[in-house]
């Protein structure tokens, strides 16, 4: 039972560049959250899903896209990379409504951008 | 107003001594708390939940629910400096499940 696995821990993009972070949860979680911290910062919700196929906005969704097509995956998607997304990336899952509904997060992806 | 609003510290406590972190929210609906601790470099991980108003603890850890004053708070008694960390308050708003968190206070457990 891996938890919530990202990929990948580090990267540096330049500025203008795509990219996307993966995401997946084996814990058969229907709920999935991106957040993004910044240094000396707490967590800022960028987007969240319900379930396959179901995603909304959170605080900060600008400059980012995401898709569920399963439960398990949930890849968060940015297209033209700026330096104010320079931050930490952790994904988290949680299955509320069985008792303790915690998010769990996975390691987080360092992404900088130059 | 912050949703969820916490003081950044750092908050310097002795060995042995009690912590105390404190957290407050603006949505009167919220059902759902959380304390979640986070070393540097870490990602977060669980230490308490609590749902209703009054007292939980669970060994050196006790949450603190106070729904009419909008406050939850996490006591860390017999602090050890393994305990040196930042602290995460987050809060479920009414109607998600959403996890929204404060920017964290950190704890300095001084040996």
């Known amino acids: 039972n891996a938890g919530v696995t990202q990929t990948p821990k580090f990267r540096i993009l330049k500025i203008g560049q795509s990219m996307t972070l993966q995401c997946t949860q084996d814990m058969n979680h229907n709920y999935m959250y991106w957040y993004r911290q910044d240094p000396g910062m707490g967590l800022k919700l960028i987007y969240y899903?319900?379930?396959?196929?179901?995603?909304d906005k959170g605080e900060v969704p600008n400059g980012y896209n995401v898709s569920r097509s399963t439960t398990e995956d949930f890849p968060l998607r940015l297209e033209l990379a700026a330096p104010s997304q320079t931050s930490v990336y952790f994904c988290?899952?949680?299955?509320?409504?069985?008792?303790?509904?915690?998010?769990?997060f996975g390691q987080g992806t360092r992404l900088t951008v130059v | 107003q912050k949703e969820v609003e916490q003081n950044s510290g750092p908050l310097s406590v002795p060995e042995g001594a009690i912590a105390s972190l404190n957290c407050t929210y603006s949505?009167?609906?919220?059902?759902?708390f959380f304390w979640y601790r986070q070393y540097s470099g870490k990602s977060p991980e669980l230490i308490m939940s609590i749902y209703s108003n009054g007292d939980k603890e669970d060994g050196r850890f006790t949450a603190q629910l106070n729904k009419a004053s909008q406050y939850v708070s996490l006591l860390i008694r017999d602090s050890q400096p393994s305990d040196s960390a930042t602290y995460l308050c987050a809060v479920n708003p009414s109607g998600t499940y959403k996890y929204i968190f404060g920017t964290g206070t950190r704890l300095k457990v001084l040996a």
């Open positions: 949505d009167r609906g919220s059902q759902s």
């Open positions: 899903s319900v379930g396959a196929g179901i995603t």
């Open positions: 988290a899952s949680s299955r509320p409504g069985q008792g303790v509904s915690e998010a769990f």
